[in-house]
């Protein structure tokens, strides 16, 4: 079917080079866009939506986050949006309580800002839940919260040693208080929870799939997936309940990855065989560190509130520069999570030494998050050529920052975080995604902070290094061609004919908002492949072929 948007701004990023070009309508069906402008208006179409003068652009890509885990998370214990730890134990306790059949209480997202120190305490839960093991996991996904019969069965006591890639947090008598930081800590009681049953894998992919379409966004980078994920999405598909794409990102283990090889080529078989088109395997994620919030991110200079610490590199460096080429040598494209300086530089060395080791080939390159990256260092994703992932709706100074990332950074450091604005800048390519469920997966709300680095109420409500803020239309390419250039492909992000028809229609231009209210603008039809995944909610019902 043939569907022509009419009566529109239609904005698109240039075929080639920085611009950006406007027409006033366009027609596309399943196979591409046919037609835009006035071409558009004199062609065929079973469809015609009369916009109202709505805002159009190519659909939006989210270059980073973990749709499984947050569909996952409406189906067990709510932990989100809760103001202190006992309001999220009480919660836990009321969601155990009605379900009774279950043994392991799960919860996902609580936030890891509310305990001093983000040391949470068994006892808290237990007094909640004493007879079953609760494991939380905090909104950081590094941080998780455990009651005390969560630790017996792991088996941790005070003679646990510590992992060489995680923490038990102890209290003064050597005990685990019941916080455990990073999957070195936690992996012993993830490895107990009984996996997820088939209709929780479909509810958890409907859930997902309906959250980014309503959003806008046609396209997902999964940047965590373990082998049972694969089989979740192929379930999810089969069940007929995703309408995005999705690249599977395989998660690749510091300390299992030669075994894992043969692994990743056979899931991305099985993936290309069974994936109709919505999803590919054509990824490997790595985690060069942790997280600032829990002094897990790898730094240049210790951190200042712990002055022992450089925090937690999860890979050997040349352990990583191997890793990272032997899977670009089969064909993947290597994703690295890295947020402290030291855990820029590795990732950005393996890649240098990457380049130098392996053939050339049309690959993609891409470090997500970047939060800290040394001045030395900023002009070296233009020069290698690797894509500046970043979560633009964490760029903004709020409670992350004020209680959690400031006193550990200091000043100086604090004040050069996600500096998008000067990577772009210096040429590299930049592009958005959000991390759902850590933060939000819409991307106008990204976008206003890309745009505005400024919170719109609360204690902080300057915007933060100003001179890092892009402008609305640098930020819609970040989350539109950008993310497609990340994903290496060459028929996503633009609006033009012969390229993919993936549409987003905005109720109004975000560049002619007040762009605090940019976030708040109502996305009204979302088309992936030429297909209505969301909406339309104005116009529609004229149809006609002229
Ligand atoms: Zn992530």
């Given at each position: 079917m043939?569907t022509?948007?009419?009566n529109?701004?239609?904005?698109t990023?240039?075929e080639s080079g920085e611009?950006y070009?406007?027409?006033?309508?366009?027609a596309f069906?399943?196979?591409?866009?046919?037609?835009v402008?006035?071409?558009?208006?004199?062609?065929a179409?079973?469809?015609?939506?009369?916009?109202?003068?709505?805002?159009?652009?190519?659909?939006?890509?989210?270059?980073?986050a973990?749709?499984?885990?947050?569909g996952?998370?409406?189906?067990?214990?709510?932990v989100?949006?809760?103001a202190?730890?006992?309001?999220i134990?009480a919660?836990?306790g009321t969601?155990?309580?009605?379900?009774s059949?279950?043994?392991?209480i799960?919860?996902?997202g609580f936030d890891?800002?509310?305990?001093?120190?983000?040391?949470?305490?068994?006892a808290?839960?237990?007094a909640e839940?004493?007879?079953?093991?609760?494991?939380?996991?905090a909104?950081?996904?590094?941080?998780?919260?455990?009651n005390?019969?969560a630790?017996?069965?792991?088996?941790?006591t005070s003679?646990t040693?510590?992992?060489?890639?995680?923490?038990?947090?102890?209290?003064?008598s050597?005990?685990?208080?019941g916080?455990?930081?990073?999957?070195g800590a936690w992996?012993?009681?993830y490895?107990?929870?009984p996996p997820?049953?088939?209709?929780?894998?479909?509810?958890?992919?409907?859930?997902?799939?309906?959250?980014?379409a309503?959003t806008?966004?046609?396209w997902v980078?999964?940047?965590?997936v373990?082998?049972?994920?694969v089989d979740a999405?192929?379930?999810?598909?089969?069940?007929g309940?995703l309408?995005i794409?999705v690249?599977?990102?395989?998660?690749?283990?510091?300390?299992?990855?030669?075994?894992?090889l043969e692994?990743?080529?056979e899931?991305r078989?099985?993936?290309?065989q069974h994936?109709?088109?919505?999803l590919s395997?054509n990824?490997?994620?790595?985690f060069a560190d942790?997280?600032?919030e829990?002094?897990?991110g790898?730094?240049l200079?210790?951190?200042?509130d712990?002055p022992h610490?450089?925090?937690l590199?999860?890979?050997?460096?040349?352990?990583?520069?191997?890793?990272?080429?032997?899977?670009d040598?089969l064909g993947?494209?290597?994703?690295?999570h890295?947020?402290g300086?030291?855990?820029?530089?590795?990732?950005?060395?393996?890649f240098?030494?990457?380049?130098a080791a392996n053939?050339?080939r049309?690959?993609?390159?891409?470090?997500?998050?970047?939060?800290?990256?040394?001045?030395?260092?900023?002009?070296?994703f233009s020069?290698?050529g690797?894509?500046?992932?970043?979560?633009?709706?964490?760029?903004?100074?709020d409670?992350?920052?004020?209680e959690?990332?400031?006193?550990?950074l200091?000043?100086?450091?604090?004040?050069?975080?996600?500096?998008?604005r000067?990577?772009?800048?210096?040429?590299?390519n930049v592009?958005?995604?959000?991390?759902?469920p850590?933060?939000?997966?819409?991307?106008?709300?990204?976008?206003?902070?890309?745009?505005?680095?400024?919170?719109?109420?609360?204690p902080?409500?300057?915007?933060?290094?100003?001179?890092?803020?892009l402008t609305?239309?640098?930020?819609?390419?970040?989350?539109t061609?950008?993310v497609?250039?990340?994903?290496?492909d060459p028929?996503g992000?633009v609006?033009a004919?012969?390229y993919?028809?993936?549409?987003?229609?905005?109720e109004?231009?975000p560049?002619?908002?007040?762009?605090?209210e940019?976030?708040a603008?109502?996305?009204?039809?979302?088309?992936?492949d030429?297909t209505?995944?969301?909406?339309?909610v104005?116009?529609?019902?004229?149809?006609?072929?002229?």
């Amino acid at each position: 079917m043939t569907t022509r948007i009419e009566n529109a701004t239609v904005w698109t990023p240039a075929e080639s080079g920085e611009g950006y070009v406007e027409y006033s309508a366009v027609a596309f069906d399943q196979s591409g866009i046919l037609a835009v402008g006035d071409e558009a208006m004199s062609h065929a179409a079973e469809n015609v939506i009369d916009a109202q003068g709505a805002f159009v652009c190519p659909g939006f890509r989210d270059g980073h986050a973990h749709p499984i885990p947050g569909g996952f998370e409406t189906l067990i214990a709510p932990v989100r949006g809760h103001a202190t730890p006992q309001a999220i134990a009480a919660a836990v306790g009321t969601w155990a309580r009605d379900h009774s059949d279950v043994e392991w209480i799960r919860g996902e997202g609580f936030d890891h800002t509310l305990a001093p120190g983000g040391i949470f305490h068994a006892a808290w839960l237990d007094a909640e839940v004493p007879d079953r093991p609760v494991v939380l996991r905090a909104t950081d996904y590094h941080t998780v919260w455990v009651n005390s019969e969560a630790l017996r069965r792991a088996g941790f006591t005070s003679t646990t040693p510590q992992p060489h890639d995680g923490e038990i947090v102890r209290d003064e008598s050597g005990a685990p208080v019941g916080t455990l930081r990073e999957w070195g800590a936690w992996r012993p009681v993830y490895d107990l929870l009984p996996p997820k049953t088939h209709d929780q894998v479909v509810a958890s992919i409907a859930t997902a799939s309906e959250a980014f379409a309503s959003t806008g966004v046609t396209w997902v980078q999964d940047a965590w997936v373990e082998p049972e994920d694969v089989d979740a999405w192929l379930t999810g598909l089969a069940a007929g309940v995703l309408d995005i794409r999705v690249d599977l990102g395989l998660w690749c283990d510091p300390n299992t990855w030669r075994d894992q090889l043969e692994h990743f080529l056979e899931a991305r078989n099985r993936v290309v065989q069974h994936g109709e088109g919505l999803l590919s395997a054509n990824t490997v994620k790595f985690f060069a560190d942790g997280v600032l919030e829990s002094a897990t991110g790898a730094m240049l200079e210790p951190y200042c509130d712990c002055p022992h610490s450089k925090g937690l590199p999860n890979w050997d460096p040349e352990e990583l520069a191997l890793a990272v080429a032997a899977v670009d040598a089969l064909g993947f494209d290597p994703h690295i999570h890295a947020i402290g300086d030291a855990a820029v530089r590795n990732a950005l060395n393996a890649f240098e030494t990457m380049l130098a080791a392996n053939e050339r080939r049309d690959r993609r390159m891409t470090i997500a998050h970047a939060q800290l990256v040394d001045a030395a260092d900023l002009g070296r994703f233009s020069t290698l050529g690797v894509t500046a992932n970043f979560e633009p709706y964490w760029a903004k100074y709020d409670e992350w920052q004020s209680e959690l990332t400031a006193p550990r950074l200091g000043d100086e450091r604090t004040n050069r975080q996600f500096m998008m604005r000067t990577i772009l800048d210096s040429g590299a390519n930049v592009s958005f995604g959000s991390d759902w469920p850590v933060t939000t997966q819409a991307p106008l709300e990204g976008i206003q902070v890309a745009v505005t680095r400024q919170m719109t109420d609360g204690p902080f409500r300057e915007p933060w290094m100003p001179e890092e803020r892009l402008t609305v239309e640098q930020a819609l390419r970040a989350y539109t061609r950008s993310v497609a250039y990340q994903a290496g492909d060459p028929r996503g992000g633009v609006i033009a004919p012969g390229y993919g028809s993936d549409i987003v229609m905005i109720e109004r231009d975000p560049r002619q908002v007040d762009p605090l209210e940019i976030g708040a603008l109502k996305v009204l039809g979302t088309w992936r492949d030429g297909t209505a995944v969301f909406g339309p909610v104005r116009g529609e019902g004229h149809t006609g072929s002229s």
